[in-house]
């Protein structure tokens, strides 16, 4: 559905997007997931043709972005970040305009609305004065806007910004029932959002793409090397010399509790998995066993991780260039 290649946006001497390459599957939910001034948002009005590349290919639904604009926009249905609603205008007045504006068959209008306003849950506002509604139900009307035309591709900007816990979980559940007939691109910071939603990730930090994979695969990589908690009745000096002399034990903190138990967090080294090791060892010694979990690693973890690595990986580039000068 989507395919891009070598993208790249200079803006006065700053490049926003560098050499990102990257596809987007027929059906996916796609997560696009990066910090504030990542490349985000220039991506998707790259993908929308708002604005022109300086350099790159991007196609959508087999067609060139920059060649074919006007077909291209037919496929796609777009929410930007900011959603720009006529906000003196009622909803049903509002979306008959706008299915007006992207060339719904007249024959077709009204029933097409009135889908749109069913799968959104918007039909019970429909006399409405937007600007009388909760920024939830905004946002539910710009998603009607981006259905209208039933495209094939569905890009949205931050959807949840500025919702409350249950806003931002009743357009989640939205989002995931679009995906049943839609493929979706999600621009967003919140990483929760692409956990809950996405069966994709592409993570992009600094203009470039630094991973892409279904969060739990992700998640998974990360959490090979992930502490091990253990919790044992025993001597803490003892518990720890046990637990600290197994192989792929690399370091181990320890911290008594006033019912007799001591709590370990062992680190392994790699890929390594000692819980095994662990528990064997703690039956050896027949002291009893409370807990024995490895933590969990979460999205954020990942996101955290890789652009740490980045960013190490930049200021090595920024010294080394320094020292030749």
């Given at each position: 559905?989507i395919k891009?290649?070598?993208?790249?946006?200079?803006?006065?001497?700053?490049?926003?997007?560098?050499?990102?390459?990257?596809?987007?599957?027929?059906?996916?939910?796609?997560?696009?997931?990066?910090?504030?001034?990542?490349g985000?948002?220039?991506t998707?009005?790259?993908?929308?043709?708002?604005?022109?590349?300086?350099?790159g290919?991007?196609?959508?639904?087999?067609?060139?972005v920059?060649?074919?604009?006007?077909?291209?926009?037919?496929?796609?249905?777009?929410?930007?970040?900011?959603?720009?609603?006529?906000?003196?205008?009622?909803?049903?007045?509002?979306?008959?305009?706008r299915?007006?504006?992207?060339?719904?068959r007249?024959?077709?209008?009204?029933?097409?609305?009135?889908?749109?306003?069913?799968?959104?849950?918007?039909?019970?506002?429909?006399?409405?004065?937007?600007?009388?509604?909760?920024?939830?139900?905004?946002?539910?009307?710009?998603?009607?806007?981006?259905?209208?035309?039933?495209?094939?591709?569905?890009?949205?900007?931050?959807?949840?910004?500025?919702?409350?816990?249950?806003?931002?979980?009743?357009?989640?559940?939205?989002?995931?029932?679009?995906?049943?007939?839609?493929?979706?691109?999600?621009?967003?910071?919140?990483?929760?959002?692409?956990?809950?939603?996405?069966?994709?990730?592409?993570?992009?930090?600094?203009?470039?793409?630094l991973?892409?994979?279904?969060?739990?695969?992700l998640?998974?990589?990360?959490?090979?090397?992930?502490?091990?908690?253990?919790?044992?009745?025993?001597?803490?000096?003892?518990?720890?010399?046990?637990?600290?002399?197994?192989?792929?034990?690399?370091?181990?903190?320890?911290?008594?509790?006033?019912?007799?138990?001591?709590?370990?967090?062992?680190?392994?080294?790699?890929?390594a998995?000692?819980?095994?090791?662990?528990?064997?060892?703690?039956?050896?010694?027949?002291?009893?066993?409370?807990?024995?979990?490895?933590?969990r690693t979460?999205?954020?973890?990942?996101?955290?991780?890789?652009?740490?690595?980045?960013?190490?990986?930049e200021?090595?580039?920024?010294?080394?260039?320094?020292?030749?000068?």
């Open positions: 559905m891009v290649e070598g993208l790249t946006k200079r803006y006065a001497g700053v490049t926003a997007l560098h050499d990102v390459s990257f596809t987007v599957k027929r059906g996916e939910i796609v997560g696009f997931l990066g910090p504030n001034g990542a985000k948002s220039t998707m009005r790259i993908l929308t043709g708002f604005i022109p590349a300086s350099a290919r991007v196609e959508v639904a087999g067609m060139d920059f060649e074919d604009s006007l077909a291209v926009r037919r496929h796609i249905g777009y929410m930007p970040e900011n959603n720009p609603l006529y906000e003196d205008m009622r909803v049903i007045e509002y979306l008959r305009f299915a007006r504006l992207k060339d719904v007249r024959a077709e209008r009204k029933e097409r609305i009135d889908d749109c306003m069913e799968m959104t849950g918007i039909t019970d506002v429909r006399r409405r004065v937007i600007g009388q509604l909760s920024k939830g139900y905004r946002q539910r009307v710009g998603l009607a806007d981006a259905l209208l035309s039933d495209p094939d591709l569905l890009i949205l900007d931050e959807p949840t910004i500025g919702l409350d816990p249950v806003q931002i979980r009743q357009v989640r559940q939205l989002i995931k029932d679009l995906g049943k007939r839609h493929t979706i691109l999600i621009s967003t910071h919140i990483l929760p959002e692409v956990e809950m939603t996405c069966n994709r990730v592409l993570i992009i930090h600094r203009g470039k793409i991973a892409s994979d279904a969060p739990e695969n998640m998974k990589t990360l959490s090979a090397g992930a502490p091990v908690v253990v919790e044992v009745r025993a001597p803490v000096d003892a518990a720890t010399v046990v637990v600290q002399a197994l192989p792929g034990v690399v370091s181990v903190t320890a911290e008594a509790g006033s019912d007799g138990f001591v709590r370990l967090v062992a680190h392994a080294s790699g890929e998995d000692v819980r095994e090791a662990i528990y064997r060892a703690v039956v050896a010694e027949r002291w009893d066993l409370r807990e024995l979990s490895r933590g979460s999205l954020e973890d990942v996101f955290v991780q890789v652009t740490r690595d980045e960013d190490e990986a200021e090595d580039r920024r010294d080394q260039r320094q020292r030749l000068r």
